[in-house]
């Protein structure tokens, strides 16, 4: 499918995305898997390679490139690759932009350099375990003492939380201001009563580090608070759009890899003397599978481009994000189907997008959440 979003210097950079991930990711991912995490050197060479937060401003060591076209090639790539272990999206799309819009210019100077770098890794901390999708149910709280906060409370479910440097945590500095009073501290690296828990054991994802955090008396100084004290709530929807919408392109991603395994496999497997491509049911299901995904992709091609012009509501990034992951889920699990025993072992990339493509209908707002948001969207 020719895609007529991308210019000669996006392909140009898709060349380079693919090229760094066969070379440094792909004969290293098994072992990573089996690790539950991906090394530090990896997050350098990234850097050294320019694939992580190209939007920060030169000034602070960036490429000052405002073009979110980049962001969706790098995770159409890895996606492609099947090597969902490197955090680099979280990281790129989803935190720094925090930095990038919220921080101070002595934050940006601080911070922003290491990120782009890869000298710096970044989480943020908003999962808690009584409170997920419900950020007015956050227990974590920071008590004003002068100088600094008082940091309190644990996170659960964090991407990066085993590599990371800088965390932003989402807590409560006022308890009885409800979403006003909530905002963002970033706690640092080796800061006193700041511990990580488990690297935890998922369904998939498995070579990305996913931890509990805890924080007992946590001194945070006022220099790391995030913007302004109880803008916190405010904050996190404003970035929502964006993280909706590059989960949703990297489901979009994984269809289309679905689509393609699929037509080779039923090119090439032969049964009763012939491939099974040859058989109606399997080509009809193929044929379903590019129809649904060649759609899919049209839709979220369009929302790229509104989001690029700064015309993607909540409703649009909602609609991408539920339709998108959900396919995305249904395309994996026909897929596996589709190549039979094979499509079981671990070996075979439809069985690696099964596991890892589960979580994909729930982080980010599950989709019962995005049915909520178009639905009040709708006026209903």
């Known amino acids: 499918m020719t895609r007529d979003?991308?210019?000669?210097?996006?392909?140009d950079f898709r060349a380079s995305c693919r090229t760094?991930?066969?070379?440094?990711?792909?004969?290293?991912?098994?072992?990573?898997?089996?690790?539950?995490?991906?090394?530090?050197?990896?997050?350098?060479?990234?850097?050294e390679a320019?694939?992580?937060?190209?939007?920060?401003?030169?000034?602070?060591?960036?490429?000052?490139?405002?073009?979110?076209?980049?962001?969706?090639?790098?995770s159409e790539e890895q996606s492609r690759a099947g090597v969902s272990g490197p955090g680099f999206s979280v990281h790129t799309d989803i935190i720094v932009p925090y930095l990038s819009s919220l921080a101070t210019d002595e934050q940006k100077q601080r911070w922003l350099p290491g990120c782009v770098s890869?000298?710096?890794?970044?989480?943020?901390?908003?999962?808690?375990?009584?409170?997920?999708?419900?950020?007015?149910?956050?227990?974590?709280?920071?008590?004003?003492?002068?100088?600094?906060?008082?940091?309190?409370?644990?996170?659960?479910?964090?991407?990066?939380?085993?590599?990371?440097?800088?965390?932003?945590?989402?807590?409560?500095?006022?308890?009885?201001?409800?979403?006003?009073?909530?905002?963002?501290?970033?706690?640092?690296?080796?800061?006193?009563?700041?511990?990580?828990?488990?690297?935890?054991?998922k369904i998939g994802l498995h070579a990305q580090d996913t931890a509990e955090l805890s924080f007992t008396d946590v001194e945070v100084p006022k220099a790391n608070l995030l913007g302004e004290e109880g803008s916190g709530f405010i904050s996190l929807m404003m970035n929502l759009q964006q993280e909706r919408l590059i989960i949703a392109?990297?489901?979009?991603?994984?269809?289309?890899?679905?689509?393609?395994?699929?037509?080779?496999?039923?090119?090439?497997?032969?049964?009763?003397?012939?491939?099974i491509?040859?058989?109606?049911?399997?080509r009809f299901l193929v044929a379903e599978m590019a129809t649904e995904a060649r759609i899919t992709r049209v839709f979220i091609d369009d929302c790229i481009t509104k989001h690029n012009a700064g015309e993607l509501d909540a409703m649009g990034a909602s609609m991408a994000k539920y339709w998108a992951t959900e396919l995305q889920?249904?395309?994996v699990n026909q897929a596996v189907q589709l190549h039979g025993g094979y499509g079981y072992m671990m070996e075979y990339p439809v069985a690696k997008?099964?596991?890892?493509?589960?979580?994909?209908?729930?982080?980010?707002?599950?989709?019962?959440?995005?049915?909520?948001?178009?639905?009040?969207?709708?006026?209903?």
């Open 5 to 11: 979003i991308f210019e000669a210097e996006h392909e």
């Open 20 to 47: 760094f991930f066969e070379k440094e990711v792909v004969p290293h991912h098994a072992q990573w898997e089996k690790d539950g995490i991906v090394p530090r050197d990896l997050w350098l060479k990234a850097g």
């Open 50 to 74: 320019g694939l992580l937060c190209f939007d920060v401003d030169e000034a602070y060591g960036g490429a000052g490139v405002k073009d979110f076209r980049y962001n969706v090639v790098l």
């Open 118 to 201: 890869g000298e710096i890794i970044t989480a943020i901390a908003m999962t808690e375990p009584g409170a997920g999708s419900d950020l007015q149910g956050i227990r974590t709280t920071a008590v004003d003492k002068g100088d600094h906060y008082v940091l309190n409370g644990s996170k659960t479910f964090i991407s990066n939380g085993i590599n990371a440097d800088i965390v932003i945590v989402v807590a409560r500095t006022n308890p009885d201001a409800g979403h006003q009073g909530i905002s963002l501290l970033v706690v640092e690296r080796g800061m006193p009563g700041f511990e990580r828990g488990r690297n935890l054991d």
């Open 249 to 275: 392109a990297q489901a979009a991603a994984v269809c289309d890899l679905m689509v393609d395994l699929c037509l080779e496999y039923a090119k090439t497997r032969e049964a009763f003397g012939k491939p």
């Open 277 to 282: 491509g040859k058989f109606q049911h399997n």
């Open 329 to 331: 889920n249904k395309l």
């Open 353 to 380: 997008a099964y596991l890892d493509s589960r979580i994909s209908t729930i982080y980010g707002g599950t989709t019962e959440i995005q049915k909520e948001i178009i639905g009040r969207s709708l006026g209903l």
